[in-house]
């Protein structure tokens, strides 16, 4: 069991610290962040700035240290799902094309829904302290309806950028 644990804390913590780094990465330029939400013609640019850095870390984190997990695994797949449809569907598939594909996205959704069938492991912070949520079989549905319903009050694309 000790092997199972270990593998499950192997996936939280290389997710996790990848889409904390995203965001302290974001968060080091805010302009930069709001400029690049602006040219994927997102609404109120500044706030979708904010609110993927706060996202990306406080997510990234509580993956990471297995904290509230269920949440934490649809917070990042909803942010996987904008960020396949707002910037990588249009590419292709392969992370090597220019301006990368979806592959990468798509890799960690595949991950949050391995640990959402899982649950966090007893080596998480949720076991620690007895937090069970009874939502992990949830977590990669609402990631994709948030995503969904983000996309729909946020993402102004040109008419050409929706065609089937």
Partial sequence: M????????????????????????????VRGTTAWFSSLVMKWPKLQAYAAIATEIAGGLGLAFGLMTPLCLAAVVALMVVAIITVHRSVGYFIFLPNGGWEYC?????????LSLTGPGAWSLDDA????????????????????????????PPSSAVTP
């Fill in 106 to 114: 798509a890799s960690i959704i595949a991950v949050c829904a391995a």
């Fill in 129 to 156: 302290i007895g937090l069970n949520l009874a939502l992990n079989h949830w977590a990669v549905p609402a990631g994709i309806v948030a995503a969904v319903c983000h996309l729909a009050l946020c993402w102004r």
């Fill in 2 to 29: 000790d092997n199972i644990n270990a593998a499950l804390m192997v996936l939280r913590i290389s997710v996790g610290v990848s889409m904390a780094y995203h965001g302290f990465n974001k968060a080091k330029s």
